[in-house]
């Protein structure tokens, strides 16, 4: 049984899980936290979550498909006859500008099966129009470019497997979906696992897509120390030591040196193994170019150089700075519906450049078909919205999903370079009563109601969210707002205001005793992130602790992150482990040396693990190499006593986001959450997405066009 600071796990039972902290609930026994004991503050019973009429959370029975398994969603089989827009095969087939839709698709094409068609088989043709507040680098994926996020990258890219969908699927037969692996198998031993790839599909400018693609992308970018793919894939995401190899050219083979890590398989989805094309690709690439360099290489697709060939079911066919992005179909997707017809149905997609913020705002006014509603001061302004008979959208909220922490730097070895005074706040960081008693100074039901008042809004104590399955309330250790016991904390630390200025002092040979000073670095992107950063400086400062906010916008604030040059960092939960636990579970703990999004090693490649860390790598460890249901979840419920006791992470809070979208479209889940295993554009699985011919539009900007050349100027077909 693994203990929490030594002790037996019992002592964790006596914790205090209650919030508010009244004035007569701040009792001396609080001190002992000081010591490492944990117990009550009086409120006696851990925090119950908080479920709304207004919001509903459906349960498992109300989500649209939920209890089937992957083979319920897709297949892959041939079908009798296929079919395509009428106006392809009039305009395109018959004038010979491309081969017949049959010989465009694979000898096995993905089908959907009926529990991915809740409206059943759809038709073709409308658009579905969005709005994103990033703007697109370029679309070399693989060299760390980023497509402008908001779902484009998911409207052009594929994976080797697929997890998006799987809020669908029953937990007990949960397993990510085949997508470019169609099948897999383990070998006796569970050491190797042999993928077959889907056989006869194509880029969209035609071209085979092959094992080739998929090495090309592990030799040369994910194992090549020079190249930083986006969303962060490194050799540790799938283990130390492993290795891929081609058998054929369908046929790939991992190696692995442990048995039965099933958990990778989630690693192969979005995004840590969505392989781009390597006929494109390699001739910019050093290893193949020396004329090149790995600039170069990054840089040589930038956003303006469009039909950049893709797996995805739309392609980037023309791009207007800071006014739009227009993604048209991909006549050689392979994906079909039951009937044959090829996939998507609609024609055309088009992101609107704008702000985040213009997002919800575009939905509610019409202007945009589809948007994530992920902050919570908008929430009833939306559902009121969503009932008034003329609204033109539905309003889905999923389980509580989204998340805010702070992440306390915990590397004590150099990463990012810290100067002294960088060093000793590190060595803060570090200190369990340190962080327990920054815990205690923020009050997390006012942060909250900053943003909105009433049952939207959830504290958040950190550790696995209420929405992962392994989840549970009764292990998870919550720090009650109580500013005077944190001071009492800092102190038993040595941490007083020593010149009367509010503000606790280093001892003397520290810092030569100046006032404690964090750097929190946020986001000034969101309303949201900026009222949180100034709402912990004001917590801190009640316990006297002197914040600095540092605001940098979201590509250069996860740079700082990502680099280690953080004290405190604010964050967004965008990641899936803390969501699904089977997903990223090596994210959990820092299991390897750049693993972790908040603990690296520093530069000679090793960890300085603190005590609960090494409990927590042992735990996650553990969850990944056990096949037993029933102990999967005993390791979870000691690891969310771990990480919550131990003030892992600083939680604030948990609530459900929004999915908007117009009530014109058919085949859409209810209950789709914004994030759990990805977020809502691949969930919703846009491709199967349809419009009866009663409601549609005429919002297509360039109707009859499909792709063009690649690498002849971007003319369209």
């Not at 498909?65 to 392809?88: H, K, N, Q």
């Not at 990778?264 to 004329?291: D, I, W």
């Not at 000691?638 to 014109?664: E, H, W």
């Not at 919703?684 to 690498?711: H, K, N, Q």
């Given at each position: ?419 002294a005074r960088g060093r000793a706040v590190r060595r803060l960081n570090r200190t369990t009563r ?180 090494r409990q927590l790598v042992a735990l996650v460890r553990a969850f990944i190499a056990s096949p ?90």
């Open positions: 049984m693994v203990s929490l600071h030594g002790r037996e796990d019992s002592a964790v039972d006596k914790a205090d899980t209650c919030w508010r902290s009244r004035a007569s609930r701040r009792t001396a026994p609080m001190l002992a936290v000081a010591a490492g004991m944990l117990v009550s503050g009086g409120c006696g019973q851990p925090a119950a979550p908080v479920s709304s009429p207004a919001i509903a959370t459906p349960g498992p029975g109300e989500i649209a498909g939920a209890g089937v398994g992957p083979a319920d969603l897709v297949s892959y089989r041939r079908l009798p006859a296929y079919a395509e827009p009428a106006w392809i095969t009039r305009d395109f087939v018959r004038k010979g500008k491309l081969p017949r839709v049959e010989r465009r698709l694979p000898r096995e094409p993905l089908v959907y099966g009926p529990a991915a068609m809740p409206d059943g088989p759809g038709v073709y043709g409308d658009a579905l129009r969005q709005v994103t507040g990033g703007r697109p680098e370029g679309w070399n994926y693989s060299a760390g470019q980023s497509q402008g996020w908001g779902g484009i990258d998911l409207a052009t890219m594929e994976c080797l497997t697929r997890t998006g969908p799987l809020f669908l699927v029953d937990p007990a037969r949960l397993e990510p979906l085949p997508n470019l692996a169609k099948s897999w198998r383990w070998s006796a031993d569970g050491r190797q696992l042999t993928m077959q790839l889907i056989e006869g599909a194509k880029w969209s400018d035609g071209h085979p897509f092959s094992s080739a693609d998929v090495m090309f992308y592990w030799n040369d970018n994910v194992l090549d120390p020079n190249v930083s793919p986006l969303n962060g894939a490194s050799p540790d995401s799938f283990g130390p030591g492993t290795r891929l190899e081609a058998l054929g050219p369908y046929t790939i083979r991992w190696t692995f040196r442990r048995p039965f890590p099933r958990d990778y398989l989630y690693q192969m989805a979005y995004g840590k193994f969505c392989p781009g094309p390597a006929h494109v690709l390699r001739p910019h690439h050093p290893r193949y170019n020396p004329r090149s360099s790995y600039q170069a290489y990054k840089l040589a697709f930038p956003a303006s150089r469009v039909n950049f060939p893709v797996m995805g079911a739309w392609v980037v066919t023309e791009y207007r700075p800071d006014d739009i992005l227009i993604l048209r179909r991909n006549p050689y997707y392979w994906k079909v519906d039951a009937r044959g017809r090829q996939l998507p149905y609609l024609d055309e997609v088009q992101y609107r450049l704008l702000s985040w913020g213009d997002r919800e705002v575009q939905a509610i006014a019409g202007g945009s078909d589809m948007a994530n509603i992920e902050g919570p001061a908008s929430f009833v302004e939306v559902l009121r919205s969503a009932a008034r008979p003329q609204a033109s959208f539905r309003a889905i909220f999923g389980p509580r999903t989204i998340a805010y922490s702070v992440h306390f730097n915990l590397s004590g070895n150099g990463w990012g370079e810290p100067d340190f962080r327990q008693a920054v815990s205690m100074a923020i009050d997390r039901v006012r942060l909250g109601e900053t943003q909105t008042r009433g049952p939207f809004i959830h504290p958040y104590p950190g550790g696995l969210l209420e929405s992962a399955p392994f989840y549970d309330a009764r292990d998870t250790i919550a720090y009650p707002h109580d500013p005077a016991t944190a001071r009492a904390l800092l102190a038993s630390i040595g941490l007083v205001d020593r010149d009367g200025d509010g503000f606790v002092n280093y001892p003397r040979e520290t810092q030569d005793g100046a006032n404690v000073t964090i750097v929190l670095t946020a986001s000034p992107d969101s309303v949201i992130e900026r009222s949180f950063a100034e709402g912990i400086q004001m917590f801190a400062r009640d316990a006297g602790l002197r914040v600095v906010l540092r605001f940098a916008s979201g590509p250069q604030r996860d740079a700082l992150r990502a680099s280690g040059q953080f004290d405190w960092v604010l964050q967004r939960n965008e990641t899936t482990e803390l969501n699904t636990v089977v997903q990223g579970a090596d994210a959990l703990a820092p299991t390897g040396p750049y693993t972790h999004a908040f603990h690296r090693a520093g530069p000679d490649g090793r960890l300085d693990l603190l005590p609960h860390e037993d249901a029933a102990e999967r979840r005993r390791l979870m419920r000691l690891y969310q006593r771990v990480s919550t006791a131990n003030v892992n992470a600083l939680g604030l809070i948990q609530y459900s986001g929004g999915v908007l979208i117009d009530k014109r479209f058919a085949n859409v889940p209810a209950g789709t959450p914004v994030i759990m295993f990805n977020w809502a554009e691949d969930a919703i699985m846009r491709e199967r997405l349809w419009v009866p011919r009663a409601r549609r539009s005429r919002y297509e900007l360039r109707p009859g066009t499909l792709p063009g050349c690649f690498d002849c100027g971007g003319a369209r077909r």
